[in-house]
């Protein structure tokens, strides 16, 4: 428990917020004797972002090291009970290995670089035909509608023209059940170590002293004095930044944007809990994959004719909008004709934390002891795992004087050997031309 004098608290390391991302770092630090403190402004683990995540775990990324840290990270769910090593008495996530297609829609499309990419690394996957596609995912139309539109567009309703290629399909890929559980597993697993969380402790400065990071102030007066402080505050990042005075010098930023997620019941007739899987349209613009009830979860690929919402992540509006709704269910619906749209309109409103080229920031920062893991853009919820040990290890590399602007910082995937350059996620990087610019990464 906090304090409730004066003075303030000593650890080794506090991490702002107990999302997917704080909660793994957490593990990471305290596994390593560290004395780790997360705060949260929220009431529980995993209240943040992470609790309305789609939780899919999929290898799509448009870069060589985006496709090896995911793939590295599926073994971390896969592992699950293995890597959390202690009990939770909620009980620990499932992973549903039920496999994830990406349509193909033509030469040079994402799904095209995705497949050469998954070549070049090795990722098992199998090209499918359209016969392949219809015996697997009986419900799908094979028009080709694109390029995605909105409802009020002219040409929503046209005629299909030809068809889309066929499909590739990652059978590991999937999704975690329940997000907000992983959270709560990786506080168990961090305080099996000596890690703590405070919960409604919202931080409100970040402090410096000897001309680095001294710690942090909450919002009720409390102070906690560390030599290490990581924001992982997720869509808060950027107000985070601007509290310890980094903001300016960061050369990729980060800023919160508003996604709808939506959930309709799958056509009747089909088990899609049992028999469905996750696809991806890039041709009319969206994503799903089974949700509890046998619903479908359907989201977007952000298309172009979509405005992206950036928004004041402490004032935004949190009800599905009509116009949002009817653009995601509509395209699903011209993909999967007998989805059908129903009165009621059922999902989630939430923020991605974008950086600029839509890829995160997993580095140190101008303000020695200050860390970031941040800008996840909608797709790092998978790679928590992966993500906690690179940081830790960044972070062990840098406070023993290591010059990881110089001299990246490279750490071998605890499951895979395969090397994670820490570097490509630098704060200072160009943004980066390969990537999609989009919840893809
Ligand atoms: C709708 C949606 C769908 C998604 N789908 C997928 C997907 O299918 N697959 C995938 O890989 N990724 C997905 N993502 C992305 C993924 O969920 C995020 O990248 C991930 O959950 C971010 O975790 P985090 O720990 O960084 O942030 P969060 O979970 O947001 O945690 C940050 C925490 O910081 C706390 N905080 C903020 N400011 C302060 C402060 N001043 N003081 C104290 N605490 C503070 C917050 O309360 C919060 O709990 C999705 C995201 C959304 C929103």
Same mark, same amino acid.
């Given at each position: 428990?906090p304090?409730?004098?004066?003075?303030?608290?000593?650890?080794?390391a506090v991490?702002?917020?107990a999302?997917? =991302?704080?909660?793994?770092?957490a593990?990471e630090l305290?596994?390593r004797?560290l004395h780790? #403190?997360?705060v949260?402004k929220a009431?529980?683990?995993?209240?943040?972002?992470?609790?309305?995540s789609?939780?899919i775990v999929? %290898?799509?990324y448009? @870069?060589?090291?985006?496709v090896?840290?995911?793939?590295?990270a599926?073994?971390?769910w896969?592992d699950?009970a293995?890597?959390?090593g @202690?009990?939770?008495?909620?009980g620990?996530?499932?992973?549903?290995?039920?496999?994830?297609?990406?349509?193909?829609?033509e030469?040079?499309d994402?799904?095209?670089?995705?497949?050469a #990419?998954?070549?070049? #690394?090795g990722?098992p %996957?199998?090209?499918w035909?359209?016969?392949?596609?219809?015996?697997?995912?009986?419900? =799908?139309?094979?028009?080709?509608?694109?390029?995605?539109?909105?409802?009020?567009?002219p040409?929503?309703?046209?005629?299909?023209?030809?068809?889309?290629?066929g499909?590739? !399909?990652?059978?590991?890929a999937g999704?975690?059940?329940?997000?907000q559980?992983?959270?709560?597993?990786l506080?168990?697993?961090?305080?099996?170590s000596?890690?703590e !969380?405070w $919960?409604?402790?919202?931080v @409100?400065?970040?402090?410096?002293a000897d001309?680095r990071?001294g710690?942090?102030?909450?919002?009720?007066?409390r102070?906690?004095?560390?030599?290490?402080?990581?924001n992982?505050a997720?869509?808060?990042?950027?107000?985070v930044?601007e509290?310890?005075g980094? !903001?300016?010098s960061?050369?990729?930023?980060?800023r919160?944007?508003?996604?709808?997620?939506?959930?309709v019941?799958a056509p009747?007739?089909?088990? !899609?809990?049992?028999?469905?899987?996750?696809?991806?349209d890039?041709?009319?613009?969206f994503? $799903?994959?089974?949700?509890?009830?046998?619903n479908?979860?359907?989201?977007?690929?952000d298309p172009k004719?979509?405005?992206?919402e950036?928004?004041?992540p402490?004032?935004?509006?949190?009800? #599905?909008?009509?116009?949002?709704?009817?653009?995601?269910?509509?395209?699903?619906?011209?993909r999967m004709?007998?989805l059908?749209?129903?009165h009621e309109k059922?999902?989630?409103?939430?923020?991605?934390?974008?950086?600029?080229?839509?890829?995160p920031i997993?580095?140190?920062t101008d303000?020695?002891? $200050?860390?970031?893991a941040?800008?996840t853009?909608?797709n790092q919820?998978k790679?928590?795992g992966?993500?906690?040990? =690179?940081m830790?290890?960044?972070?062990e590399?840098v406070e023993?004087?290591h010059?990881?602007d110089a001299s990246?910082?490279?750490?071998?995937g605890?499951y @895979?050997g395969w090397?994670?350059?820490?570097?490509f996620?630098?704060?200072?990087?160009?943004?980066n031309?390969?990537?999609s610019?989009?919840?893809?990464g």
């Open positions: 428990m304090n409730p004098t004066d003075d303030p608290d000593d650890f080794d991490i702002i917020g999302g997917v =991302l704080g909660g793994a770092i593990v305290s596994r004797g780790t #403190l997360n949260d009431s529980a683990a995993g209240a943040g972002s992470t609790i309305n789609c939780a999929r %290898f799509s448009s @870069t060589v090291p985006g090896s840290l995911a793939w590295e599926m073994h971390y896969t699950w293995g890597y959390i @202690t009990t939770d008495e909620l620990l996530v499932d992973f549903h290995r039920c496999g994830m297609f990406n349509l193909v829609i030469e040079g994402h799904s095209s670089k995705v497949r #990419l998954w070549q070049e #690394l990722i %996957f199998e090209d035909t359209l016969a392949d596609l219809a015996e697997r995912m009986p419900l =799908l139309d094979h028009g080709r509608y694109g390029p995605p539109r909105r409802p009020d567009d040409h929503f309703w046209d005629d299909a023209d030809g068809t889309i290629t499909a590739i !399909f990652t059978p590991d999704y975690v059940s329940d997000p559980l992983s959270c709560h597993n506080q168990r697993a961090a305080e099996a000596g890690g !969380f $919960f409604n402790a919202e @409100t400065s970040v402090d410096q001309g990071v710690g942090v102030t909450l919002a009720d007066g102070r906690v004095v560390a030599p290490v402080v990581v992982a997720g869509p808060h990042s950027a107000v930044n509290m310890a980094v !903001f300016d960061m050369g990729i930023k980060t919160a944007l508003r996604h709808e997620v939506h959930h019941p009747q007739g089909f088990d !899609f809990m049992a028999d469905g899987m996750v696809g991806a890039d041709d009319t613009g994503y $799903f994959r089974p949700e509890t009830g046998n479908v979860l359907i989201g977007s690929v004719c979509d405005d992206r950036f928004v004041d402490d004032d935004y509006d949190t009800v #599905l909008s009509q116009d949002q709704w009817e653009a995601q269910v509509l395209r699903a619906n011209r004709p007998t059908g749209i129903p059922k999902g989630v409103v939430d923020l991605y934390d974008v950086s600029d080229d839509w890829l997993y580095d140190r303000l020695d002891g $200050f860390y970031v941040i800008g853009s909608g919820y790679n928590a992966a993500v906690g040990q =690179l830790a290890e960044l972070i590399a023993s004087g010059d990881h990246p910082v490279v750490v071998s605890r @895979t090397p994670i350059d820490v570097g996620y630098s704060r200072n990087r160009e943004v031309p390969d990537s610019m989009s919840v893809h």
